[in-house]
């Protein structure tokens, strides 16, 4: 079958989009359903499953998902991500953390990826590389310190001097 219109395809990803911001994940995978041949779209196509899957808590098929979209854009950070959530609350924390990784070599400017392998490594137990990726983060993005007090994936970490001591340092500032 030859691929939908491109139009068509541009229109049914942002109706999907819509209902995922109102909520509606059913909709958003009814119009996705909609289309058999995403053609030049099969990317955006892919991820917005992918995002609508996890919304709904449905980790292993968003995983599969984002698994697709990867194997098309091996370096799409958003895809990267994605992954790595999945893995998380599946339980692999060690393949998430490995994906996180891979992010980090396809975007090491990406303040969220060092945030996120923080996260992780938090998870994992490992505070020395979780306080080497968070300090690093936060002195690429001071902003992301807001995320830091509702983020349960650093309770393992929330009463060790040495992490509050890295959430609670001035920003760097470089004068020139």
Partial sequence: MAASSTLHCQRTLESAEGYLLLGMAD???????????????TLEHLKLRGEVLRSEKRHDEALAAFEQADELDPD?????????????????LDD??????????????????????????????????????????????????????????????RDDPDFRFVVEAPSEVNEE
């Fill in 27 to 41: 909709a958003a995978l009814r119009e996705l359903s909609s289309i058999r041949d995403w053609g030049a779209f």
């Fill in 96 to 157: 998430a953390i490995e994906t996180m990784h891979r992010a980090y070599r396809a975007s090491p400017e990406e303040s969220i990826v060092l945030y996120n392998i923080a996260c992780y490594y938090s998870l994992a137990g490992d505070k020395e590389q979780a306080l080497s990726w968070l300090g690093r983060a936060l002195r690429m993005s001071p902003d992301l310190r807001e995320l830091i007090p509702e983020e349960t994936d650093f309770d393992p970490l």
């Fill in 76 to 92: 799409d950070v958003s895809t990267l991500l994605g992954i790595a959530w999945c893995l998380k609350r599946l339980d692999r």
